[in-house]
C-alpha cells in the first residue's frame, strides 16, 4: 500500500513550483531528504518540523558512528569475562545492520568456539538469541532444539534446580498422559508424535551425560534408554510411563523424567508449547493474567549496596502506605521469618529482598523503611499487582498520561507494550477524554511480543467499521461466543467481524512497528494495514503467526501452552514465518532505528512516563540509571516525527479529520 505524495499538499499551503515530494522522499525511507524539503517550505509549521527531523537525522549520524565502537567493544568485553549470553545479545543487535562486517563477523566466530564448553543455561540463551536474530525458518528451528537439550540440562543444575522442582510438583504420569492426549487432537496440526519422541529422548539423555546428574543421582549412568519406537499417542503415553520406570529405579524423581519427557516432546513441535504441573498453576494464571502477587514495591540497589525503592506502581498495596520512592529498605517480615538487609551485599540483598515481597493474596508483610534519621515501620497485605500496557507520550504533573503527540495539530500518540486482558479497556481510558480534538494517531507497537488476540482483534475493531479483521486456522478452532444473543435472540457479530459506531473509525493512523513486533502485534498492525488504511513506519516485524492456547485440566492434574491455531490477516495471508505465504508485515514507510537509537529513545520513553507525585503529593524524580555519557543523546523520537509527517499529508486529504 502506498500513499499520494504532498507535492499537492504544498500547494494547497501556497507553496508554488514542483519542489520535491517530501512523502514520497519519506516513502522511499529517505528521511534526510525529505527533512531538507520540508524545512525549505514557506509554510511555518512545515518548516518547522522539517527543522526537527533535520537536528534528528544529524543526532542519529552520532548516535550511529559512535556506537560500532561502542558495540564491539562490549562483545569483546562481553566474551573474555565469559558473559555469553551478553555477548550474544550484543552482537544480534550490531549485525542487524551490518551482518558482514568482518569485525563483527570474527567475534561471532569466536563466541561460537566457547559454546560447547559454556554452561548449559547459558548455552541455552545463545542458542535462542541466535535463533531469533536468524530470518531462515530452517535453521531457526535447528537452533531452538539445540536451545531445548541445553535447557533440560541447565534445569537439573544450580541454581535452577530448587525453583524447577517446586515446579515440578504434582507431575504425574497420568497427568502427562491425559496432557500428551490433549495435544494429539487439538494441535493446530497433525502431532508428528517420532519427532517429539525423539527430542524428548535427546533431553533426557543430557540429563543422563551430565556430571550434575550422576553426582546427584550416582545410578543415573547406568540407565539403558528405552528402544521401542513412538509412532503415535498410544505409544507416546507408554513411552513416559517406562521412561518414569527406568529412570526411578536410579532414584531420579519422577517429576523430573516427566516434566522433561513432555517438555522435551512440546518443543519440538514450537518454542511455545510448554507444559504445567500442579505446583505452578497459580503464579502461571498470574502471569498470563498481566498480574503478580505482591505489594508493588520496585527496589534497586545503593551505591553503598543496601536496596532501595525505586519507585511504587499505582494501585498496588504500597502506593497509598507512605512509604516514598528512594526510602531504603532494612527489613522484610512475614510468615518465613525476618530478612534483614545489610550493606555492601550489592545484588544479593536486592533478590533476597524481591523474593520476599511477593507471596499469596491475602498474606500480610512488614517492611522497615528508613527515610534520612527516620525508620517507620509498615505492614502490608499482598495483592494483584498489575502493571500497565498502555501509555501515552508523556505523565502529567498529576501521574495521568497525556497522549499529545502534537496537540495543536490534534495527533495523539498510544503505545501498547503487550496485550493483556485490560488492554482494551486502558486504550478507550486513554483516548476517551480526548476524541473531540484527536484528528490522528500514532500507534506504538514497538516492541511488543503479543499476548491476548482478543485485546488485539477489539483494538482493531475501533478504526474498521465492518468486514474481517483477522482469521484463524487450525484442526480444532476454538469456541469465540455465542451466535445468537440469548435474551433478545438476534444474531451477534462473529468475535473476527468488525462492529460499526467506534469513534475512531476512518482516523488517520500511523503504526510503527519494528523486528521484536509479534504474534497479536501483527495482528493488529495487519488488520490496520488492510481494513483501515493504515500507514505501518519501522522495520519488517518477527513473523510469529501462531497463537497459543492456555489449557488447565478439569481435575488440576496438568496446565499447558500449546499452539491451536494460526493467525491470517483479512486477506487470507498467513502471518507466521515458515508457513506457506507466511511472513511477518512489511512496512509503507522503511524506517530502521540502530541499537543505540533504540536505547536512547527508549531512555526519553521513561523520562517522559516517569511517575511525578507520590499518592500523598510528595514529588517524584526520575532516576536514570541506564544513563551512558559516551553516547550522544536523541532529542526526540525519529520515528514518531516521520508519523507525524505522515499522518500531517493525511489529514489534509481526510476532509472529516481536517
Known sequence: ?????????????????????????????????????????????????????????TERAAVRDAEGAMLRSAAV???????????????????????????????????????PSAPPGARAQVLLTEAGATTDPVKARALERAAAIATAEARIEPPLYAQV????????????????????TTYYRPVPWP???????????????????????????????????????????????????????????????????????LAALDPWSLPVWPAGLQSWSDQHAGTFQGVGLVLADAPDGRVLVRTLLPGSPAWTSGIHQGDILVSVLDDSGALALGEREHGTSLVRARDRLLGPSGSTVTLTTRRGNETHQTTLERGPVTRETVEGW????????????????????????????????????????????????????????????????????????????????GRVLPETGPDIDPVTG????????????HALEGMPVVVLVDAESASATEV??????????????????????????????????????????????????????GEPGGGGISPDIALVLSPAER?????????????????????????????RDDLPPLSDDPAARAAELALRARLVANPRWR
Not at 573474555?80 to 558482514?100: F, H, I, K, Y
Not at 499518592?615 to 532516576?623: E, I, Q, R, Y
Request: hydrophobic share 45%; glycine share 8%; proline share 6%.
Open 77 to 115: 568485553e562481553a566474551l573474555e569475562s565469559g558473559d555469553l549470553p551478553r555477548a550474544a545479545t550484543v552482537l544480534a543487535s550490531a549485525r542487524r545492520g551490518t551482518p558482514e562486517d568482518p569485525d563483527l563477523v570474527t567475534l561471532a566466530q569466536r563466541l561460537r568456539a566457547a559454546l
Open 195 to 265: 519427532d517429539c519422541a525423539s527430542l524428548a529422548q535427546a533431553a533426557l539423555h543430557a540429563i543422563r551425560t551430565s556430571p550434575v546428574s550422576q553426582a546427584r543421582w550416582p545410578a543415573i549412568g547406568d540407565v539403558a534408554p528405552p528402544q521401542a519406537p513412538v509412532t503415535d499417542l498410544a505409544s507416546a503415553q507408554a513411552a513416559v510411563a517406562r521412561e518414569v520406570d527406568v529412570y526411578t529405579r536410579a532414584d531420579v524423581p519422577a517429576e523430573v523424567v516427566i516434566d522433561t519427557w513432555v517438555r522435551g516432546a
Open 1 to 57: 500500500m502506498t500513499m499520494h505524495g504532498l507535492g499537492w499538499l504544498l500547494g494547497l499551503l501556497g507553496c508554488h513550483g514542483s519542489p520535491p515530494d517530501p512523502f514520497a522522499l519519506l516513502e522511499a525511507g529517505n528521511i534526510t531528504a525529505a527533512a531538507t524539503t520540508l524545512a525549505q517550505q514557506p509554510d511555518h509549521e512545515l518548516a518547522s518540523l522539517g527543522k526537527r527531523l533535520q537536528q534528528l537525522e
Open 394 to 473: 508523556a505523565r502529567a504533573a498529576d501521574n495521568r498520561w497525556q497522549p499529545w503527540l502534537d496537540e495543536v495539530s490534534g495527533i495523539a500518540y498510544v503505545r501498547i507494550r503487550r496485550f493483556k486482558p485490560p488492554t482494551e479497556m486502558d486504550f478507550d481510558a486513554m483516548l476517551e477524554p480526548h476524541l473531540g480534538a484527536i484528528r490522528g494517531l500514532v500507534l506504538d507497537l514497538r516492541g511488543n511480543p503479543g499476548g491476548d488476540i482478543n485485546s488485539a482483534v477489539q483494538i482493531a475493531d475501533r478504526f474498521v467499521s465492518n468486514g474481517r479483521l483477522a482469521e484463524l486456522h
Open 524 to 577: 493488529l498492525a495487519g488488520a490496520l494495514q488492510e481494513r483501515a488504511d493504515a500507514l505501518v513506519l519501522g522495520e519488517a516485524t518477527w513473523g510469529k503467526g501462531h497463537a497459543q492456547a492456555l489449557r488447565i485440566d478439569e481435575s488440576e492434574r496438568f496446565a499447558v501452552q500449546f499452539t491451536n491455531v494460526v493467525w491470517a490477516l483479512p486477506s487470507g495471508r498467513r502471518l507466521a514465518r
Open 165 to 184: 522442582r517446586s515446579e515440578q510438583g504434582g507431575a504425574s504420569v497420568v497427568g502427562a498422559q491425559e496432557l500428551l492426549a490433549l495435544i494429539d
Open 599 to 627: 536505547f536512547q529513545i527508549d531512555r526519553s520513553a521513561r523520562a517522559r512516563g516517569a511517575l511525578r507525585v507520590h499518592a500523598d503529593g510528595h514529588p517524584m524524580t526520575w532516576s536514570d540509571p541506564g544513563r
Open 490 to 501: 438476534e444474531p451477534l457479530a462473529a468475535w473476527n467481524d468488525a462492529i460499526p459506531g
